[in-house]
């Protein structure tokens, strides 16, 4: 565990220069063009890792989500991206790192675990895939799972709007109005035993649910100007 800590997280410092530079330019790209706003901030912890756990319907949330905080903050990408060195380094610099499809469940839960080992804060999404509509789908258990092993919290996140902004399929980006509504933090399962923990997990991960459901509505009414 401590080498693939080591080697995914020891960034330097040009890497978190070009994470800072880009992270502003993205967050400035979505406060103007999508008019972006965030409820809730204070949510996020100042220190310490956390796994920041948003709701996903566009592929814009990833950059959005890097919006929330000035902490720099690790998201997984499947390895293909990293193929070409050049497009590697960058993503790396920008606080991606590599998953293989197909065998991402054991390999990406241990380099999540790893990186958080490593004191980076990690960005989730439980739902999984990219979903469509307002209701949040069942969760996988991966982020209570990562939470009990490392101990971090979980902020859950509702994003609002992104699937106008761009949905799937789309070849830009539209003008629509993205809120972003951060929930308080749901401390990381504990358990006695394995089968506590177990339950713990599966209490947790259900909590999360409920809790996305509930911001992604009032994001989704605040983007759409409801509230």
């Known amino acids: 565990m401590t080498r693939i800590a080591t080697r995914l997280v020891g960034s330097s410092l040009s ?4 994470y800072r530079t880009v992270r502003n330019l993205v967050t400035w790209f979505c406060r103007t063009w999508c ?5 809730g901030g204070e949510h996020i912890p100042a220190t310490g890792v956390f796994i920041l ?4 319907r566009s592929i814009i949330d990833t950059p959005v989500s890097s919006g929330v905080t000035r902490r720099r903050m690790r998201f997984m990408g499947a390895d293909k991206w990293w193929s070409n060195p050049v497009l590697g380094a960058v993503l790396t610099a920008c606080g991606g790192f590599p998953v293989t499809r197909g065998s ?4 990406a839960l241990m380099r999540c675990i790893a990186l958080l080992d490593g004191g980076e804060p990690l960005v989730l999404f439980p739902e999984g895939e990219r979903k469509s509509g307002p209701t949040v789908q069942p969760l996988f258990d991966g982020a209570a799972y990562i939470s009990a092993k490392s101990g971090a919290p979980i902020v859950p996140v509702g994003i609002g709007g992104s699937e106008r902004a761009m949905p799937k399929g789309a070849k830009g980006i539209s003008p629509r ?3 972003v509504e951060i929930g308080r933090p749901l401390p990381a399962p504990t358990g006695d035993t394995p089968k506590d923990q177990r339950e713990s997990i599966r209490r947790t991960t259900a909590d999360l649910h409920a809790e996305l459901q509930r ?13």
């Open 15 to 18: 890497d978190r220069i070009v």
């Open 35 to 39: 008019r972006m706003t965030v409820t």
């Open 215 to 227: 911001l992604l509505d009032a994001a989704d009414a605040k983007a759409a100007g409801r509230r």
């Open 177 to 179: 109005k993205i809120h």
């Open 104 to 107: 991402a469940d054991r390999e």
């Open 53 to 56: 756990a948003p709701t996903h």
